[in-house]
């Protein structure tokens, strides 16, 4: 069964913070994603933000159906990367910051989520073999 637990989302200030001073951008539309790698293992070894910006949506209906359409997309796909990273002895902190200013369909949404997930695990490969 594939869930979304608690422990697989990113929160706490000081974490985010983190996230966005030291985290890696990069973009593929409609995302921006930020990668940060924390060497300290918390509760599950991929933790997800996801932020729509207020400034885009002004309606929180709006925002928060993308939301739940990205949420969905990363709980369906997200096995591959999770059995990647689950050897491994620290967490990887992602946060996709929705770009766009049109609210896209999961149809749309889905196929970047996944090949984000799979440039997520390329740099993730490449990550640890740098630090051994």
Known sequence: MQK????????GKKAIGELFKKGNNSFTYPFKIL????????????????TVPKRNFKKSVDRNRIKRLIREAWRLN?????????????????????ASRTILTYKEIAPKIILILQRLIKEYEVHTTTSI
């Open 78 to 98: 997200k096995s591959e990367a999770q059995q990647k990273m689950a050897e491994s002895a620290f967490t990887v902190d992602v946060a996709l910051v929705y």
């Open 35 to 50: 990668i940060h790698y924390n060497d300290t293992f918390i509760d599950s070894h991929l933790r997800l933000l996801i």
């Open 4 to 11: 979304f637990p608690k422990k697989e989302r990113l929160s």
